[in-house]
């Protein structure tokens, strides 16, 4: 039986979330109640297909033209519509040959929020493959469906041998970081594809034995500052790096006993959200390295996604145990968890859902329900008059004037059998 343990939700703030799975089906979830509400689904994008399974996803949130980019198992990056889940673009990002993407799968992506109005870019996003291979493309708008929308693009290796696992780009996106097993962290200029910044091992233990590096994921600390680096490792440790000062970690702290799978930063600059591959969910400051505490309800998975909300008090976790759940940043309580049947692999937010236009659609259908409902007893009143009408007939005398009224009578249905019955003896006598 999965640990798992019954703690009450007392319902999370409008919001609205996007969680992909292992089957390729992105699933919205959101919570309409104001102030305070139970997460739901309501709607479900895409045909379960394992050979199409959502590896990355990347949400370009912008209030004009938002793009939601999703990496597949087929080596294949869609551009969608985060509103109605309609397909923008399709691009092959692996390789053109099929066997590319069974060999050297995708495994990061980010979508580039920097979007003109007016440009004939739908937009541009950064992968990279398992082995290395880091791609930058852009996608036109016209004949997105196509090969040759695909605009300018560039490309570079981050490694020789290793597996990225991971991958992040600080605010500005100017600057990306990479990291995974055999990999040592290292920092990447995005408009020179130069490398500007490697880490360097730790010093070995008393026995002078060095560990293998295996980085599993990192952010960027400071939303202002790309030098301030968070940084997990297979070997349950968060450490902080400053690429201004040293290529070893300035701090490091050890967490539980399990790898440390997913991490997400708070806007405030020094705090980040981590969790294990064991369901942990925890809280560092790393000005200190202290731990601030762990969140209340085990989760029975292990946690593939963290992300925070940039204006709410609260983070959205998934993972292998299904569930998309919402948590308060200040309690750290759980707000509202969904069961969504599949494994999941990532989780975004919409930080521009508002329930108002959602009120004004429900009034608007309302309004209409109540019209179509009073020109139907209109019709049931002006029917039932009509056969009123009918049931009395006028007849105009000519010699007199007055005018009567004839309602015709209906004869007993007994009157009729006795009139038969004696037309019968009458006939039977002749």
């Given amino acids: 039986m999965p640990r798992t343990s019954v703690v009450e939700s007392p319902g999370c703030p409008p919001l609205r979330a996007l969680a992909t799975d292992v089957l390729g089906l992105i699933k919205v979830v959101e919570a309409r109640a104001n102030p305070a509400g139970v997460a739901k689904v309501v709607e479900t994008w895409g045909t379960p297909d394992a050979s199409r399974a959502v590896l990355a996803a990347s949400l370009a949130d912008r209030v004009v033209d938002p793009v939601l980019a999703v990496a597949r198992n087929n ?40 979007h003109v109005p007016d440009s004939s870019m739908l937009g541009t996003f950064l992968t990279c493959t398992e082995k290395g291979k880091a791609f930058v493309k852009s996608v036109a708008k016209e004949n997105a469906a196509s090969d040759l929308a695909v605009g300018p693009s560039s490309s570079w290796h981050v490694c020789n041998s290793g597996k990225v696992e991971f991958s992040s780009v600080d605010a500005d996106e100017s600057y990306v970081m990479f990291g995974g097993k055999g990999i040592e962290l290292n920092l990447w200029d995005i408009t020179s594809c130069s490398k500007i910044w490697s880490a360097k091992s730790p010093r070995g233990n008393s026995l002078q034995i060095f560990t293998r590096p295996w980085f599993t994921a990192g952010t960027f600390l400071c939303k202002d500052d790309h030098r301030k680096i968070v940084a997990c490792t297979n070997n349950h440790q968060v450490r902080l790096y400053d690429t201004a000062s040293q290529r070893r970690p300035v701090i490091s702290v050890d967490f539980r006993e399990s790898p440390i799978k997913a991490v997400a930063k708070d806007p405030n600059g020094h705090t980040v959200y981590v969790g294990t591959g064991r369901g942990d969910l925890a809280s560092f400051d790393m000005r200190t390295g202290k731990l601030l505490g762990c969140f209340v309800g085990k989760c029975s998975g292990s946690i593939r996604s963290i992300v925070r909300h940039p204006e709410l008090p609260l983070i959205a976790s998934c993972g292998l145990d299904s569930y998309l ?60 008059r009509s056969s009123k009408v009918d049931e009395g007939t006028e007849l105009v005398d000519h010699d007199d004037s007055a005018v009567e009224t004839y309602t015709p009578k209906r004869k007993k249905s007994g009157d009729k059998s006795k009139g038969t019955k004696k037309k019968s003896k009458k006939q039977q006598v002749a």
Avoid at 84 to 109: I, K, R
Avoid at 330 to 348: D, E, I, M, Y
Avoid at 357 to 376: H, M, W
């Fill in 75 to 114: 080596g294949v990056v869609e551009l969608l519509n985060p509103l109605n889940g309609d397909t923008l673009a399709a691009v092959n990002a692996a390789g053109p040959a099929p066997t590319d993407s069974a060999e050297d799968p995708l495994a990061t992506l980010h979508l580039f929020r920097r």
């Fill in 325 to 384: 759940r919402i948590w308060d940043t200040n309690t750290r309580q759980l707000l509202s968890a969904v069961f969504l049947k599949q494994h999941l692999t990532a989780v975004v937010i919409d930080s521009h859902f508002s329930t108002e236009e959602l009120e004004t659609k429900s009034t608007q259908v309302d309004a209409l329900v109540e019209a179509e409902a009073e020109i139907r007893k209109e019709r049931k009143e002006k029917k039932n």
